[in-house]
């Protein structure tokens, strides 16, 4: 038996995925983002990149996700706002479906 039937892996969650997404949704609806490409591709693409500039943040049980709603307010959350920020630029630059 492996690991994926063995436990429940459900409960390993990456915080920083939902910080990352919550992030780039606000940013993409200010007016300096009005004419970046929003779709699928450019989306995902913005969302990897910062992804992969942030430390992630896993947790396992409740008490990390109240402990990860702390982040918000954190040198964490502002780590966040500056990937997500540059991600979008970068991908704005160099969109994927223009290749």
Known sequence: ???????????????????VFEELERQLAEDWAADICKCQDCVLDMAALALNSVKPFYRVSLLGKVYAGSLNESAYAEEVKKAVNDSIVKISVNPAHGI
Do not use: H, I, T
């Open 1 to 19: 038996m492996g690991f994926r039937e063995e436990y429940e892996l459900d409960f390993l969650e990456n915080e920083a995925e939902s910080l």
